[in-house]
């Protein structure tokens, strides 16, 4: 297993689709406009084993993220689910390009274990959670989906914790709601960016202690339910059409944060990669930066 080299990558800032009637924001595919979508109505996603181990009952740290699935499957006009694979051990993130029968979706927190050559942070320094989508360029259609967590000690010690907050977010400290995060990650699994309303899970701001995304906003929902139309195939906001890019399995990653430590221009692996934050507020940072092919996954 070896990680693509950097004159590999190619990196270019993404834009958001958002509807002329609407608020919520689509993902689109550079140079092409057209914007992602999933075919198959049930996506699986797998939980590594270690969930987060601030947390001393991993038990309840996975039940939290199951709810935070829940919440885009339970929305009642769309028939897209998320499927609870259960646990893994593998912890890898990103495609496979020549096993692609052999990729999944996982979800993983990152804790710098020094045994363990996996369980490293390789993006932003102060990224709170990197979702990585995998897609055609021709069609838009997605492939693969991770999600990683940073819970990495960076320099002079810091880093961030996580908790499962109660519902009003006191007594957590300056932690970060599981829950919350996830179910905000999982936006971006289905295509979905930041839009401009700031009740909206998918808002490009949060704080330590948050909890109101875990519960999605009606600008969510429409969001969901236009893409994916019950007992319809998938409607993206912008169909593609057939024309004007190469064909290649792509990558894009999601980078979010809090103001505590914002995404900054950085290089990694030799690559700028880009991540601004919003204005205004505490923000996740709204960025987004395609990967050719981020690297060679898992040959299962």
Not at 74 to 88: K, N, R
Not at 141 to 149: G, K, N, T
Not at 241 to 256: K, M, Q, Y
């Amino acid at each position: 297993m070896t990680r693509v080299p950097s004159r590999w990558l190619a990196p270019v800032l993404l834009a958001a689709w958002t509807g002329s009637a609407s608020a919520y924001k689509c993902t689109e595919v550079p140079a092409g406009g057209w914007t992602l979508w999933w075919a198959p109505r049930e996506v699986t996603v797998l939980q590594h084993v270690r969930c987060s181990s601030d947390l001393a009952d991993r038990a309840a740290c996975h039940a939290a993220i199951t709810r935070s699935m829940a919440s885009w499957t339970d929305v009642a006009c769309t028939d897209f689910t998320f499927i609870d694979g259960g646990d893994t051990e593998d912890e890898r993130a990103g495609y496979d390009w020549r096993h692609p029968e052999a990729n999944r979706n996982t979800i993983v927190f990152r804790e710098g274990d020094p045994a363990d050559p996996w369980d490293t942070w390789p993006h932003q320094a102060g990224a709170l959670a990197i979702t990585t989508v995998t897609f055609n360029s021709r069609s838009g259609r997605i492939l693969d989906a991770d999600i990683e967590v940073n819970a990495v000690p960076r320099t002079g010690g810091r880093r961030y914790t996580w908790a499962i907050c109660p519902d009003d977010g006191s007594g957590c400290g300056g932690a970060n709601d599981v829950e919350n995060t996830i179910t905000h990650e999982l936006g971006h699994v289905l295509g979905l960016d930041h839009p401009a309303v700031p009740d909206a899970t998918m808002y490009a701001s949060a704080q330590p202690g948050e909890t109101k995304k875990r519960t999605l906003d009606t600008d969510d929902e429409n969001g969901v339910c236009a893409i994916y139309p019950p007992g319809q195939a998938a409607t993206p906001c912008v169909p593609a059409t057939g024309g004007g890019v190469t064909p290649h399995i792509r990558a894009l990653r999601s980078c979010d944060d809090t103001s505590q430590s914002p995404c900054e221009q950085r290089t990694l692996f030799g690559v700028r990669m880009g991540c601004a934050a919003s204005g205004g507020g505490l923000p996740w940072a709204a960025a987004l930066a395609l990967l050719l092919l981020r690297w060679a996954r898992r040959g299962r």
